[in-house]
């Protein structure tokens, strides 16, 4: 047997060995809320889009800002800034609307401005720590990508109605 047909057939037993299995990873949606670095997982995320007129609605927090019109879906919408205890700030050109959706439950979150879709290994997400006891269910965990640490909210516990 020639020497290049040993190459050729000893490239295609390498090939046939199973692959090491790859370390998850989860995809996420980074954006800005004040000046921290928050994400959702893509999957969670229905669309977003530029700041639309909405409803005012009596008799619910202040961080729910009203309703708004989706395609014939009527969406409440939350003021992430309010719903963290941060200052109310008027909307700029950077403000989005996240529309997050978890079976039938819908909602718009106001954020102050995307960053950009985050790739981020399970290795690399810490727990929520121990010291972060009020909104613990809200974190799932904190991401270290590059030299940045994000806060992985559940999309989940966004959608949960507690008032």
Same mark, same amino acid.
Request: glycine share 4%; aromatic share 8%; net charge negative.
């Given at each position: 047997? *020639?020497?290049?047909?040993?190459?050729?057939?000893?490239?295609?037993?390498?090939?046939?060995?199973? %692959?090491?299995? %790859?370390?998850?990873? #989860?995809?996420?949606? /980074? @954006? #800005?809320? =004040? *000046?921290?670095?928050? /994400?959702?997982?893509?999957? *969670?995320?229905?669309?977003?889009?530029?700041?639309?007129? $909405?409803?005012?609605?009596?008799?619910?927090?202040? $961080? !729910?800002? =009203?309703?708004?019109?989706?395609?014939?879906?009527?969406?409440?919408?939350?003021?992430?800034?309010?719903? @963290? =205890?941060?200052?109310?700030?008027?909307?700029?050109?950077?403000? &989005? $609307? +996240?529309?997050? &959706?978890?079976?039938?439950?819908? %909602?718009?979150? #106001? !954020?102050?401005?995307?960053?950009?879709?985050?790739? !981020?290994?399970? *290795?690399?997400?810490?727990?929520?720590?121990?010291? +972060?006891?009020?909104? %613990?269910?809200?974190?799932?965990?904190?991401?270290?990508?590059?030299?940045?640490? !994000?806060?992985?909210?559940?999309?989940?516990?966004?959608?949960?109605?507690?008032?």
């Amino acid at each position: 047997m *020639s020497s290049q047909l040993k190459d050729v057939l000893q490239k295609q037993q390498e090939q046939k060995k199973p %692959a090491v299995e %790859a370390e998850n990873i #989860i995809q996420l949606v /980074a @954006f #800005i809320v =004040g *000046s921290e670095e928050f /994400a959702v997982p893509i999957l *969670s995320i229905q669309e977003i889009i530029k700041p639309l007129e $909405y409803t005012r609605v009596p008799g619910v927090p202040n $961080y !729910i800002l =009203g309703v708004f019109n989706m395609r014939g879906w009527v969406i409440p919408l939350v003021n992430l800034r309010l719903k @963290f =205890g941060l200052p109310y700030e008027k909307p700029t050109d950077l403000t &989005r $609307y +996240i529309v997050i &959706r978890n079976q039938e439950e819908r %909602a718009g979150f #106001i !954020i102050d401005r995307l960053t950009e879709a985050v790739r !981020i290994k399970e *290795s690399d997400i810490d727990p929520t720590p121990e010291t +972060i006891s009020q909104d %613990a269910n809200l974190i799932y965990g904190v991401g270290k990508k590059d030299d940045r640490l !994000i806060t992985i909210l559940r999309p989940e516990e966004l959608l949960q109605k507690n008032f």
